[in-house]
């Protein structure tokens, strides 16, 4: 079973930028797709970016050219660098690794305010 663990929120000003990160422990998960979620508060969760197993990445439109997803397998961990942060990105962070099930990080709280 693969546990994760996302860490590197915070409160950050308009325009500013956070790396957050998600290891991986347990089984192998270098072959599954991963990706980054949000939830605001009154919203549905929703896709940020998603990378797959072979470095193919996608975002949501909201936050092309300003988030970047990466992984590195011989860490086992998944990124996701923000920058040029506006408030409406604040909400809580999800890493997860994608399958039947997929599995959930614990979130990671990112508010932007000035």
């Given at each position: 079973q693969v546990q994760l663990v996302a860490s590197?929120?915070?409160?950050?000003?308009?325009?500013?930028?956070?790396?957050?990160?998600?290891?991986?422990?347990?089984?192998?998960?270098?072959?599954?797709?991963?990706?980054?979620?949000?939830?605001?508060?009154g919203k549905q969760r929703e896709l940020v970016a998603r990378i797959f197993s072979g470095g193919s990445t996608n975002y949501a439109d909201s936050v092309k050219g300003r988030f970047t997803i990466s992984r590195d397998n011989a860490k086992n961990t998944v990124y996701l660098q923000m920058n040029s942060l506006k408030p409406e990105d604040?909400?809580?962070?999800?890493?997860?690794?994608?399958?039947?099930?997929t599995t959930w990080g614990q979130g990671t709280q990112v508010t932007v305010s000035s």
């Open positions: 590197g929120g915070g409160l950050v000003q308009p325009g500013g930028s956070l790396r957050l990160s998600c290891a991986a422990s347990g089984s192998s998960s270098r072959s599954n797709a991963m990706g980054w979620y949000r939830q605001a508060p604040t909400a809580v962070y999800y890493c997860a690794l994608l399958g039947a099930p």
